[in-house]
């Protein structure tokens, strides 16, 4: 069973930083592009960041380009979010999300809370 | 900018049918966008249920189904269910970094 489980999140003050973690089990973690997706509270999904299978491809949304990096460690099965000077908007619950065959996200974590506030 | 369209709110009589749509501001949507599905209820994570346009994921019940109506891309929900009452959102994917998800339906079942 894909299980995906993501760590990290807490409270942290405007302009600080976070790391997000997700731990892959299940599959063939080092065969698979992966994803960041977040929702803020009572708003909708937005992609946030992608990784390839490699690492050696990535991309980021507008939003968190610059502040935001993507990384992952194929031998640890585990997909990281290195985030830097945190803004108020970027609260929300952050998901972890393997991209499957066709460009669709196949399998979801439960999420982490990420909350920026003074 | 692009942006993804859906309707905010729907409603349905249980047993109804249902039609909810994921359309571009600027454009048509096509299956080379690989349109995708997700349903969310409250505090859950999502749950896909359609990918690449008409697939469904294993498990989803064959009363949801993907097409292309006209310009945008269309999930049909046939005999609904009050446990169908969820958030739905779609994904469009434009090439690399380019992944949009539609602002979300809100459904109702009543």
């Known amino acids: 069973e894909v299980q995906l489980v993501e760590s990290g999140g807490g409270l942290v003050q405007p302009g600080g930083s976070l790391r997000l973690s997700c731990a892959a089990s299940?599959?063939?973690?080092?065969?698979?592009?992966m994803n960041w997706v977040r929702q803020a509270p009572g708003k909708g999904l937005e992609w946030v960041s992608y990784i390839s299978s490699s690492g050696s491809t990535k991309y980021y949304a507008g939003s968190v380009r610059g502040r935001f990096t993507i990384s992952r460690d194929n031998a640890k099965n585990a997909l990281y979010l290195q985030m830097n000077s945190l803004r108020v908007e970027d609260t929300a619950v952050y998901y972890c999300?393997?991209?499957?065959?066709?460009?669709?996200?196949?399998?979801w974590g439960q999420g982490t809370l990420v909350t920026v506030s003074s | 900018q692009t942006v993804v369209t859906q309707e905010p709110s729907f409603s349905v009589s249980p047993g109804g049918t249902v039609t909810l749509t994921c359309g571009l501001s600027?454009?048509?949507?096509?299956?080379?966008?690989?349109p995708s599905w997700y349903q969310q209820t409250p505090g859950q994570a999502p749950r896909t249920l359609i990918y690449s346009t008409n697939t469904r994921s294993s498990g989803v019940p064959n009363r949801f189904s993907g097409s292309i109506l006209g310009n945008k891309a269309a999930l049909t929900i046939t005999g609904a269910q009050a446990d169908d009452e969820s958030d739905y959102y779609c994904v469009l994917y434009m090439g690399s970094g380019n992944v949009f998800f539609g602002g979300g339906t809100k459904l109702t079942v009543l």
């Open positions: 299940g599959f063939t973690f080092s065969s698979y592009e």
């Open positions: 600027s454009g048509s949507v096509s299956t080379s966008y690989y």
């Open positions: 999300a393997r991209y499957g065959r066709e460009a669709d996200f196949d399998s």
